[in-house]
């Protein structure tokens, strides 16, 4: 897996993925999770995984605390 510093919105973010993701990918992911409020702690108590498409791409993506993991399903 790799992993990457990205900033989107005004907050950093570490993306950890297995496959190349383009830019506008990440972009919409992470604005599906803020407009989940995924990046609440209290909901990541409660999400196990999210399950998102994007670009006719379908994703599951976990949250922990900052870190964002990203699998092409």
């Known amino acids: 897996m790799e992993s990457m510093p990205f900033l989107h ?6 993306i950890i ?8 990918a990440v972009r919409e992911i ?8 995924a990046f609440n ?3 990541q108590e409660n999400v196990d995984r ?17 870190d964002v993991y990203i699998v092409k399903r």
């Open 41 to 43: 702690l209290e909901i």
């Open 9 to 14: 919105a005004n907050r950093l973010f570490k």
């Open 50 to 66: 999210y399950s998102l498409e994007v670009d006719t791409e379908s994703y599951n993506v976990w949250v922990s605390e900052m």
């Open 30 to 37: 992470l604005d599906v999770l803020l407009a989940r409020d």
């Open 17 to 24: 993925f297995e496959e190349d993701l383009t830019f506008a």
